[in-house]
């Protein structure tokens, strides 16, 4: 393969490349864009995150240290990698890609000279690669001035996340040829070597004991001041590697749920979250697991030195008395180990919520009933709560025990939680001789109950799939 007219210099990207052992960066890029020319399938996963469809005709052409002719500025500029892809009938799509390894950062200077070289060469977007973690590859971390992406797409990949696509791809996928699932496993096993620089999010920033110092002493917190802004950016790296976690185990994607405003606008949701831990002394998010029955919500409470994590749901309002509803509830639970768990009902009007542990509510069911015994729970929220005390402002235990807490608690509880579906209603005895309201919630609590057991081969399944973790072993 030659390189095009329009670069004075460059190598075809390279499974086994030849490179100084300074030179660590392009190593990577050309291992990564070798692998996405070889395995289509993992090319296809990849480059839709980008927007990019790449069809059963589409050619997709890699190089690395690229340097492009004409100009003094094409010959500073040179990016680690340019990806062309040609998906016929003339739609041709370019990207410069510039690749971090190690603890490495993205420099704004040098990611802007690239759009600018973009944008001079008509190229369509520049893709950065780093352990740092983006919500979405929308959300660049390199700190660029806005007008510089005018005509050009700025993109961005953790090094964590091509891995994690890559493992389910292994798992899942029926490759059309065994060398393609060779050389996708060959890659994964380069990038996991602890060698390759290619790490989790495994501690917070150099602020985060700060932080917590000020909130214990009562201190009040400025929302824009650097150590909330740079704790709340660091929390939305972890939130980020806590899904690609938790997609591993599962082995299907795991999301963050953003609302539309922060989706659009990475700013506005580093503005908002700092208000919103200057103000209540929380870091939130909401994790969104296919199937699942509700969002699974991540709470790191400062104020009280604990993490909460929690599923609602809906109360079945068919049934016509608390008990029914609570047990409906209950009888998900039942292979849960209660240490730690806690069931929170919500009632209507002024009444406030109940709140009992697993254990107890096993024993005595009533715990969660309202004083107004006439009351029905609207809904159920089911929480894990762990405090941490002094560990909650270790930067990296606090990491430690956040990635253990949400497994855990899908684990227990997660994958066991359905959402309410009336069942069918049972044919009425003869005329004269119809039934109570309270029988026939009983006979629909009786099939309930038959559904639920009919389940537990599936549900053991799961549970012995997510204890033992999911993909290439040493990456999580």
């Not at 065994?178 to 996708?184: D, H």
């Not at 932080?211 to 980020?240: D, T």
């Not at 209660?338 to 709140?355: F, I």
Request: proline share 5%.
């Amino acid at each position: 393969m030659t390189i095009p007219d329009y670069l004075s210099s460059g190598e075809q990207a390279r499974l086994i490349p030849v490179a100084a052992d300074s030179s660590k960066e392009v190593r990577a890029a050309s291992i990564l864009l070798a692998t996405m020319m070889s395995v289509p399938p993992f090319a296809r996963v990849m480059l839709a995150s980008l927007g990019q469809r790449v069809g059963t005709r589409a050619n997709i052409d890699c190089y690395t240290e690229v340097v492009f002719k004409n100009g003094v500025d094409a010959a500073k500029a040179r990016p680690d990698g340019l990806l062309a892809l040609d998906g016929g009938r003339g739609r041709l799509w370019r990207c410069l890609v510039e690749a971090k390894v190690g603890r490495a950062e993205l420099d704004g200077d040098q990611v802007g000279r690239y759009l600018t070289l973009a944008k001079s060469r008509k190229i369509d977007a520049v893709l950065t690669i780093s352990n740092h973690f983006a919500a979405l590859p929308s959300h660049s971390p390199a700190n660029v001035p806005k007008g510089a992406l005018r005509g050009v797409g700025l993109f961005h990949w953790s090094w964590m996340y091509l891995l994690t696509h890559a493992m389910l791809l292994m798992n899942d996928h029926e490759f059309e040829r065994p060398e393609q699932r060779y050389i996708l496993a060959e890659m994964v096993r380069y990038f996991s070597h602890p060698s390759v620089g290619v790490s989790t999010f495994d501690r917070m920033n150099a602020e985060w004991k700060e932080l917590n110092a000020q909130v214990q002493a009562g201190a009040k917190l400025n929302r824009s001041a650097p150590v909330v802004e740079k704790s709340v950016a660091a929390w939305h790296q972890e939130v980020r590697d806590l899904c690609l976690l938790l997609t591993r185990k599962i082995g299907r994607p795991v999301r963050i749920r953003l609302s539309r405003a922060h989706n659009d606008d990475p700013i506005q949701r580093v503005r908002e979250d700092s208000a919103r831990l200057a103000e209540k002394h929380e870091l939130s998010c909401s994790l969104d697991v296919p199937d699942a029955a509700a969002l699974v919500s991540v709470v790191a409470d400062l104020q009280r030195r604990s993490l909460s994590v929690s599923m609602a749901l809906i109360a079945p309002r068919e049934k016509r008395r608390a008990t029914s509803r609570i047990n409906w509830l209950l009888r998900q639970l039942t292979k849960a180990n209660p240490e730690g768990l806690h069931v929170r009902a919500t009632w209507p009007g002024r009444a406030p919520p109940t709140q009992a542990g697993l254990a107890n509510l096993r024993e005595n069911p009533s715990l969660l009933e309202a004083e107004n015994r006439s009351l029905l729970p609207t809904q159920f929220e089911v929480l894990l709560i762990r405090d941490l005390a002094g560990k909650f402002g270790g930067s990296k235990v606090f990491i430690e025990e956040l990635e253990e807490a949400v497994p855990y608690f899908y684990e227990q509880v997660g994958q066991y939680l359905r959402a309410y579906v009336a069942p069918p209603p049972p044919l009425r005895k003869a005329a004269g001789a119809a039934e109570t309201d309270e029988q026939l919630e009983e006979v629909a609590e009786e099939a309930e109950t038959v559904a639920s057991e009919a389940t537990d081969d599936t549900q053991v399944v799961a549970s012995e799939r997510l204890s033992s973790g999911f993909g290439a072993g040493g990456v999580d």
